[in-house]
């Protein structure tokens, strides 16, 4: 498994606009995408810092992964996501190293890039997101 850079950092909000504004208004960052992710009911905001991303999440349903994560913790820090060459065979080597996963294969996230989650009880409390960008030559 090669792992070769945090992909975003993703932050759980209650109110898109209201955070929108504070990244762009108090810390100077520009938002340059949003987007729905319906099957995972979240809306995103996407920021640059430097060369970190940052993902906003806002919950689109009262049953949504997220909501159940504003409840539970409120805002704050949701995952980190890390950028593999390739998430199917990353998804194998952890599961051999006995990961547990919450996605057993990839599924489609925002930006378009393949993701699976990993579960915090396997990660040291950190729910662990893999990403790979297919777009992208090797």
Do not use: W
Request: charged share 30%.
């Amino acid at each position: 498994m090669k792992t070769t850079h945090i992909e975003h950092i993703g932050i759980a909000v209650r109110n898109l606009e209201d955070s929108i504004r504070f990244y762009e208004e108090v810390l100077g960052l520009k938002c340059y995408n949003i987007e729905v992710v319906a099957d995972q009911k979240v809306r995103t905001a996407f920021f640059m810092a430097g060369q970190t991303k940052i993902e906003l999440l806002e919950s689109t349903s009262d049953e949504g992964p997220v909501a159940r994560f504003l409840e539970k913790r409120g805002e704050g820090v949701h995952h980190i996501a890390f950028a593999v060459d390739n998430i199917e065979e990353a998804l194998e080597h952890l599961t051999q190293k006995g990961i547990k996963a919450i996605d057993n294969k990839p599924r489609k996230g925002a930006e378009g890039l393949d993701i699976a989650f990993l579960h915090p009880g396997s990660t040291f409390g950190v729910l662990t997101e893999l990403c790979e960008d297919k777009n992208k030559k090797r």
